[in-house]
């Protein structure tokens, strides 16, 4: 990837500017959403955070690692001229409370848990779910407990290791991944060297040419204010296999994005679960990396909207 390519998407990756400054995306009619307009709930024992806007059915945006709900904030002021848009900060993701602790779970085990308690806790009743990497691994496994309260779901690149297990190219990629960036990462964080280890995590999910000095220092501090994640994965590699005989028996219309330019093993995941999934559809959007929502926003704003209307 250039170095170019990237600017668009930094600046949109956390959340704070760009979205709104790249995106041609309807404007919202509603008032605009801020800080003050965060609100927290009891989940499992964790205060989490979330923001919520519109009426109609409920729409809830997922966000993945080293970012919190200011990923989706623009996407749920646009929604909420159709939907209940909601989206929330993830446990251990900023501003909700962080202790690096080894003894604690950092799977998605602990986060599927969590979204389905949120949607009970708030009486969403079945919604449709829209998740980004670690937030696409978290919505699909939730959905897997409980398809009961999910309508629909729309899944950027879920980093489900179990599944690149079934391709060659899949386990060469996710292999790599491990050795030349996770792994090097924890080495980084056991030497109290948090930066070096966010570019190393950054490289294996945005491309060898990312570097964190390409960042203006507002954003890299959104990255930085959520660590604690990556800390949990580096140090524990637990990403619990889901199981493709269930994963068959989905019976819920699946949107996937992909982008082309995404690392091999996201691309070979996207794959195996459009072959599993019985009422899949998948996109590959060009010239498009990880960032997927915020790289393109205006394509898969189009896609979203299309799939939505049908589901």
Known sequence: MKILKLIPLLLCLVGHLACKAQSTIVKPKNQTLTTDSLKSVDINGEKLHYVEQGEGETLIFVHGGINDYRFFLSWVEQYSEDYHAVTYSRRYAWPNAQEFDK??????RIHADDLYAL???LNLGKVHLVGHSFGAFTALTMALDHPEVVQSLILGEPPVASLAQNTEKGRESWDAFLENDLRPAKK?????KSE???EHFAKGVLGDDFSLAQLPPELKQGWMDNLLEIWGLSMSEDFPPLDPLTIQTLDIPVLLIVGDISPTYLHEISNELHRLLPRSEIIHFENMNHGLYAEQPEAVDRAMREFLGRN
Do not use: N, P, R
Not at 103 to 108: A, I, M, R
């Open 103 to 108: 003894s604690v779970d950092y799977s998605v």
């Open 119 to 121: 949607i009970q806790k």
């Open 188 to 192: 980084d964080f056991l030497a109290d």
């Open 196 to 198: 070096e280890a966010l």
